[in-house]
């Protein structure tokens, strides 16, 4: 396992602290689809007792994040073509649905939020460019005006965190990306719900196809392993 998971201090939501920080690693990459891990392991790294490990342990599993490994311990979760798929059908729909509501009320995003989420991009901070990307998506969502959808919306975000993720550690298109969500936001100022819908659906359906195909290249990589 990679080494350079930060150390956290001591504090009454410790469980809350090294589950996040195991989320943060598995959305990341840092922890790998596949990878083994183990209580002692992860305690050593992070500096803390195996009690509140045990713990977060547990609340990823049932989140559906690590799995039981072959024999003992863990494994991260792998994610698959149908889940992702599933995962984006949801985001897509919530987003379209935003879209077409700010843009009724010609809402301006801050342009703060386009120009952070470009710096991201051209750096290597995965986890940087995961919280650009859902600050842009979760100002549409309080533009809409409808604060049931950013509530549904955060119950995706766990996995949409995964998700991202994985698409953005490989992405070639990153500055593509934020060209999709200046197009949407000057979309929404307009006006134009319709336009806005349409390239917020397109732009979650080529995130989706993106991964399902590197997906597809790992599962092909690793078949031609001995």
């Known amino acids: 396992m990679a080494a350079h998971l930060i150390k956290i201090e001591t504090a009454p939501d410790l469980v809350e602290q090294v589950y996040r920080s195991l989320q943060d690693a598995i959305n990341d990459g840092t922890l790998a689809p596949g990878e083994r891990i183990t209580q002692e392991d992860i305690a050593e790294k992070l500096a803390v007792s195996r009690q509140p490990v045990l713990q977060a342990l547990r609340l990823l599993k049932n989140d559906g994040f690590v799995q039981d490994a072959p ?17 984006y059908q949801v985001r897509t ?31 290597r ?58 197009a949407i936001a000057e979309a929404i100022a307009a006006g134009d719900g319709n336009r806005a819908a349409r390239l917020i659906e397109q732009h979650g359906q080529r995130a989706s196809d993106n991964l399902a195909d590197q997906l597809a290249d790992m599962q092909a990589t690793q078949g031609d392993k001995p």
């Open 125 to 182: 901070n995965v986890k940087a460019m995961i919280e650009a990307d859902i600050a842009f998506h979760n100002a549409i969502y309080a533009a809409s005006g409808n604060p049931s959808i950013e509530q549904t919306a955060h119950q995706q975000w766990r996995h949409l965190r995964r998700v991202m993720g994985a698409v953005l550690q490989f992405s070639r298109r990153r500055d593509g990306i934020w060209d999709e969500h200046e």
């Open 93 to 123: 729909a919530l987003d379209s649905l935003a879209a077409r509501l700010a843009a009724m009320r010609r809402a301006k995003l801050p342009a703060a939020l386009i120009e952070n989420g470009r710096k991201a991009s051209r750096g």
């Open 71 to 87: 024999g003992r311990g863990l494994v991260v979760a792998p994610l698959d073509a149908e889940s992702v798929h599933h995962v």
